[in-house]
């Protein structure tokens, strides 16, 4: 084995050498952009690796976390989304709740201002938060907003619908400038610590220091590259190569691949619910005891141990362990892997020769292609067959998300700071409620948690909405997998978020 | 003259054909670029708003007479992922893959055919047979494998280059250049393995016509034989074989673009596929369709060249 | 002359035979079953009783290299055939009778040529479903143009031939010529380029396989089993080489056949 390697090696060798001999081929001269860590530390920049490209720099029409974690850095709303969960204070310097819960007052901060200089004023955030309004579908959270208006000099109120102790969350949507129009795109302004600069599409996005930033001393850095990086081996390469500093989403194999004197590993939480989503209009997972069958079938604890190494945190409901307030963690054991529960309830389904069924799988993240493998396995012992298919992501959005054209399927799902935001999707008249999910009792709960004021009430109504999902077996959720970054020994300050963002204004060299 | 008017003619018709069949394809399979656009948040209502903004809702042949019309002015449209012209999206990358495939072509011409002429001479059995286990593991190995390997030889032990820190040729033209000797070594080494292995066959096959028989009896040595008649003739398929090689060249270079962070067509044109991005994916095929059917006009001149009897 | 043993022909056969057998007996016996899990044997490295290692999910990587092989074997041979037999066809015709026929079939040539694989994957995939059948479609397409060209150029080039305007002049049919002058001294540059092919066949699967188009999980292809071996390339490199390795033998079993008919006379 040795051998053959030793012998590519000696190839690759002989090739090379052959070919730089003539070129002169010297690395010093290949000195790009980012130059090397130490070059970075002088410039005080940093590079960030990402995997997914920059889909759009309209802040209210971002379609993937990889973009949100971006934007983050340069746009804010009247409040932003703290590391703990919650919101503070941004472009309002204050704000208070109405005691109905049908309005929120905020007062603007004084002298806040966008990147260029200009100040922020009242008709910006009017615009902002309407123009966010629109793009926001009648099945969304936001629906319930009614109208913002101007309210003395400096004060901004927004009035509900509906009585919402959540909407407060919904306010961190990005204020731009009035004079923004129809097409942002061209010309972004935002108020957040970093300020746009460049964007090359499938190459970089490169934000620098927003000397404008209302924050003392914030942010650190001069200068943030993020470098799309969509082939993760080629990332472990270059982080070990010293282009770049930060890189995320490694699991534990990858990260032990990683030079550990260069880099700390940093470990936190994805925060999705990755499980296998279930057709629930579709025989035989229209019945509940087939779907309790399959969860107890299958093994969450061999899928974390297999893919990430038993560094998930396993699920047993459409909630992230991260939102402790909420999160009910006594569905985590609802159901048990147990062989013998699983096909004594298969039998008493009907199917006590099992069945046969399809998981369509998105190829374009491998950790759910795999997690269905295991399942296909674990389903095997109690004679279920299952069998894979794979397909290219838009085709998934289109068949299984729009058409809800499929039995099962494996992904994960995500929310905002407001909890609700995670059961929206499993309302039976929601449109999209992808996994036709139809429980009245649910639809009732999830009304009653979303206006109630009192917040341990609230509490109680989003444990027992857990709780529902979880005996119902809606969906067969499986795990949050732990979060391995990789950072740059020289930085401190690398924080994690319950939502999709990396917030670089906290980063500094040491 | 006639026959080059003939040629663009040709070349023309084969442009429009193949810019139909990827409209066809694309109305075709599922999801579309609104879809994509739009994500999971989507409403219906939003889906077919976007939808008429970039003009989806239009039946596809008008579609593509709009687009037809202004193709023709080489205005491919705008991205719809990135919302940015195509030509301005295409301009640096089409500079950087065409380095890339050119410095990878260079390397196949100048090993591949004094490798393959010294494996055409061995004549004992071991030697055949080594030379053409060595070929084969050379061409067995996936350019993906190769790519790794080579990142990791050249760039973490050796410290040659490091790796995603490519310099626009803009900014530096040798410096790319130094850049992309490394991915080109990836694409290179199976196209010389196949090209020896080819060029191989094609002098051997040579060797046995009779002509070399009446030479050799008429006292020319080994190598006038080989120098003076073989390797011309041999050499002959050899050029319609290099046209082959030109194409996967260019096409080949995706997933090697991938592992060496170099901003290519190939990529791009992966990301676009994906994204139902078709403008883009309408102008990257029709540049890959221009590129092959040049190359292969050239490769029949080049054949006229060669061999005068051949009439195209 | 004393005729020479046929040593290619014979090694080529020998090996393949051996591949061929290992594939056969992967349909009815391998020595662990391929979908197997085991989470301590996850990433082990070869040893006695896995002689191979085992993968991401502790599976024995040779069991599912036997079963592997078969699936590469079949998806190889029949994509090079097609794309040989239709190829040839095609550039045959278009070669001999010339003239605008030859334009649009070259040109026609051209646009698949031209065209994406993976574009083309999806919207068979699309039409047809995804599977096995289909990759052998996608790829047969896409190696007619290659053969064609070469085919072509060999008719150019032959049929400027003495004995080829010879055979014309006595009379003898279109067929005839093409089957019995063309054909036998064209055949080695073809068998050439479909050796050659027959590499590319293997690693074109792999590619498809890889964006979720070819063999679906967790059904076992070389191809599918290296770009699976991928993400672990630095932390087990046994689970890349192996698969690795039976790429190049099953190759290269191919290949030597081709050099040994070649010497066929």
């Known amino acids: ?510 | 003259m006639k026959y080059v008017l003939k040629k663009i003619l040709t070349l023309i018709i084969a442009l429009l054909l193949i810019s139909i069949v990827v409209f066809l394809a694309f109305s075709v399979i599922p999801g579309d670029a609104a879809i994509s656009k739009l994500g999971t948040e989507a409403t219906p209502e939003r889906i077919a708003e976007l939808r008429e903004m970039l003009g989806l809702d239009k039946p596809i042949l008008e579609r593509y007479f709009i687009w037809l019309g202004n193709a023709v002015q080489l205005d491919f449209g705008t991205s719809y992922q990135y919302n940015v012209s195509v030509n301005s999206l295409l301009g640096t990358r089409i500079i950087n893959s065409s380095i890339l495939s050119i410095i990878s072509f260079i390397m196949v011409i100048v090993f591949s055919i004094p490798i393959g002429i010294f494996s055409a001479k061995r004549r004992s059995v071991p030697g055949r047979t080594a030379m053409t286990t060595i070929t084969q593991i050379t061409m067995g190995v996936p350019s993906f494998f190769l790519g790794v390997l080579i990142t990791y030889l050249f760039s973490i032990i050796l410290k040659m280059f490091r790796l995603g820190d490519f310099v626009s040729p803009a900014d530096s033209f040798w410096g790319a250049c130094a850049y992309l000797v490394f991915p080109a070594i990836a694409i290179a080494l199976p196209k010389i393995a196949m090209t020896v292995k080819f060029l191989t066959t094609s002098i051997r096959a040579e060797l046995h016509k009779d002509y070399v028989r009446t030479a050799y009896a008429k006292g020319h040595t080994k190598n006038g034989v080989l120098y003076g008649h073989v390797l011309k003739n041999s050499l002959v398929p050899v050029i319609t074989f290099m046209g082959v090689i030109v194409a996967e060249i260019v096409a080949g270079s995706i997933i090697v673009e991938k592992v060496f962070s170099v901003p290519g067509v190939g990529t791009l044109l992966i990301t676009a596929i994906t994204n139902r991005d078709y403008p883009v994916v309408e102008a990257v095929v029709l540049l890959f369709a221009f590129l092959i059917i040049v190359i292969n006009f050239i490769v029949d001149m080049i054949y006229k060249i060669v061999d005068p009897r051949v009439k195209i | ?265």
Not at chain 1, 96 to 111: M, Q, V
């Open chain 1, 1 to 510: 084995m040795k051998k053959v390697i030793s012998i590519l090696v000696a190839l690759v060798t002989v090739a090379a050498l052959c070919a730089c001999s003539g070129g002169g081929n010297n690395p010093e001269t290949t000195g790009g952009e980012g130059g090397t860590n130490t070059d970075r530390k002088a410039s005080n920049s940093v590079v960030v690796g990402i995997s997914q490209d920059i889909d759009s720099l309209d802040p209210h029409n971002v379609t993937t976390a990889g973009t949100r974690e971006v934007l983050f850095n340069l746009y804010e709303g009247l409040v932003k989304a703290t590391s703990g969960g919650d919101v503070e204070p941004a472009v309002a310097s204050e704000y208070t709740i109405a005691e109905d819960f049908k309005s929120i007052l905020f007062t603007i901060r004084e002298g806040v201002k966008f990147w260029d200089g200009t100040e922020v004023t009242a008709d910006d955030i009017i615009f902002s938060v309407e123009r966010y309004a629109e793009t926001q579908g009648e099945g969304s959270a936001f629906s319930i907003f009614e109208s913002i208006e101007k309210e003395g000099e400096n004060q901004i109120r927004v009035n509900l619908s509906e009585p919402s102790s959540e909407f407060i969350y919904l306010m961190t949507c990005a204020i731009i400038p009035a004079s923004y129009g129809d097409d942002p795109q061209g010309a972004p302004q935002g108020t957040g610590p970093f300020a746009f600069d460049h964007f090359s599409p499938g190459e970089e996005f490169v934000v620098t220091k927003n000397a404008n930033y209302w924050k003392e001393n914030c942010p650190y850095l001069d200068r943030v590259t993020f470098k799309i990086v969509t082939d993760t081996e080629s990332a472990i390469l270059q982080l070990n190569a010293g282009t770049i500093d930060i890189f995320q989403y490694l699991t534990a194999d990858q990260a032990s691949t990683v030079d550990a004197n260069m880099f700390n590993i940093v470990v936190g939480s994805i925060n999705y619910v990755q499980g296998m989503f279930l057709n629930n209009n579709a025989a035989p997972f229209n019945n509940k005891l087939v779907r309790q069958a399959v969860y107890y079938a299958v093994d969450r604890q061999m899928i974390s141990d297999m893919l990430f190494e038993g560094t998930s945190h396993i699920i047993g409901t459409n909630m992230i362990p991260a939102a402790s307030t909420y999160y009910n963690a006594a569905t985590e054991t609802t159901y048990t892997h147990d062989v013998a529960k699983a096909k004594e309830l298969l039998k008493e389904a009907g199917y006590e020769n099992g069945f046969e069924f399809t998981i369509k799988v998105p190829n374009n993240y491998k950790p759910h292609e795999r997690t269905a493998e295991v399942i296909k396995e674990n389903l095997a012992e109690v004679g279920i067959t299952a069998n894979i298919k794979l397909i290219d992501f838009n085709e998934w959005l289109d068949v299984v998300y729009k058409n809800r054209d499929y039995e099962a399927t494996v992904v994960a799902v995500d929310g905002t700071l407001a909890p609700s935001s995670f059961f929206t999707k499993n309302v039976s008249d929601n449109v999209n409620n992808f996994t036709n999910y139809n429980n009245p009792e649910f639809d009732e709960l999830y009304v009653k948690a979303l206006s109630e004021t009192d917040k341990d009430k609230k509490i109680e109504y989003y444990m027992q909405l857990q709780q529902i999902l979880a005996d119902d077996a809606a969906s067969i959720y499986c795990q949050d997998p732990s979060n391995l970054v990789a950072v740059n020994s020289q930085l401190e300050g690398y924080v994690f978020f319950p939502i999709s963002a990396q917030d670089m204004s906290v980063i500094k060299y040491k």
């Open chain 3, 1 to 265: 002359m004393k005729k020479k043993r046929n040593y290619n022909l014979i090694i080529g056969c020998i090996i393949t035979g051996i591949v061929l057998l290992l594939a056969l007996v992967g349909l009815f016996w391998t020595p662990y079953p391929t979908t197997q899990m085991s989470l301590e044997l996850k990433l082990a490295p070869p040893s006695i009783a896995h002689i191979f290692g085992c993968d991401h999910f502790g599976r024995d990587v040779f069991s599912r290299v036997m079963q592997g092989m078969g699936t590469t074997f079949l998806v190889s041979i029949t994509t090079v055939s097609f794309g040989m037999i239709v190829g040839t066809i095609i550039g045959f015709l278009a070669g001999y009778i010339g003239g605008w026929f030859d334009e649009i079939i070259m040109r026609i040539n051209d646009v698949l040529n031209a065209f994406p694989s993976i574009l083309l994957a999806l919207v068979l995939v699309s039409f047809f479903g995804s599977g096995l059948l289909n990759v052998i479609v996608a790829l047969g397409i896409l190696f007619i143009p290659s053969f064609a060209r070469i085919a072509r150029s060999e008719m150019l080039r032959l049929k400027g031939l003495q004995f080829v305007q010879s055979a014309r002049l006595i009379g003898d049919s279109h067929g005839r010529i093409i089957f019995s002058q063309i054909l036998p001294n064209a055949y080695t540059t073809i068998l050439a380029s479909a050796a050659v092919g027959f590499n590319n066949a293997v690693l074109a699967e792999a590619g498809l396989s890889y964006m979720g188009l070819g063999v679906q999980p967790p059904d076992a292809s070389l191809g599918r089993m290296i770009s699976e071996a991928g993400s672990y390339l630095l932390k087990a490199p046994w689970y890349a080489i192996f698969p690795g390795v039976a790429i190049i033998v099953l190759v290269l079993g191919v290949a030597l056949i081709s050099e040994g008919v070649s010497k066929i006379d």
